[in-house]
């Protein structure tokens, strides 16, 4: 099954710079959340203007005021609506963010678990290699002495 969307790039920038593509995800997340407040916002001033227009065009259109009754709870029902989608909108983009910030978190101990594994092999490298420098200084001793002492050598 192929997709419409080819996502490879969208994949290639977390693992070019993860702090870069979880942060840019922070931001989106933000964006998106004002942005879906906005249009909530604006939606529920439209809601109470259209109310408004709906109880001025009762007396005009004739079959709005024979079922005015049924108009407004359908125009009610349709606000409930369009809020809950708002709502359901409002709690994706949220946990879109605190999706974003756990991945971010999440990146950091990586990083800091990746730096003390590092440490460890660069402490180990270290002491390996003092180690070896000792017994080559100490080889280098005995060869210079000779090697194998003698049984009576005092």
């Not at 998106?32 to 065009?57: D, R, S």
């Not at 004739?62 to 809020?83: E, T």
Request: hydrophobic share 40%; aromatic share 12%.
């Amino acid at each position: 099954m192929t997709t419409p969307y080819d996502h490879t790039p969208y994949l290639d920038q977390a693992t070019e710079d993860p702090h870069a593509f979880w942060e840019s995800r922070i931001r989106a997340s933000r964006w998106m959340i004002v942005k879906t407040f906005c249009l909530g916002v604006l939606a529920a001033v439209l809601g109470v203007l259209g109310q408004g227009w709906l109880e001025h065009a009762a007396p005009i259109f004739p079959f709005i005021s024979q079922n005015y009754g049924l108009w407004q709870a359908g125009y009610l029902l349709s606000l409930v609506l369009v809020f809950l989608l708002w709502a359901a909108a409002m709690l994706q983009k949220v946990g879109l963010l605190q999706n974003s910030k756990q991945g971010l978190k999440t990146q950091q101990r990586i990083d800091e678990q990746n730096a003390r594994i590092e440490e460890r092999r660069r402490a180990n490298r270290e002491r390996r290699e003092a180690v070896r420098k000792e017994r080559e200084e100490h080889s280098i001793y005995f060869k210079a002495s000779g090697g194998t002492s003698k049984k009576f050598d005092y």
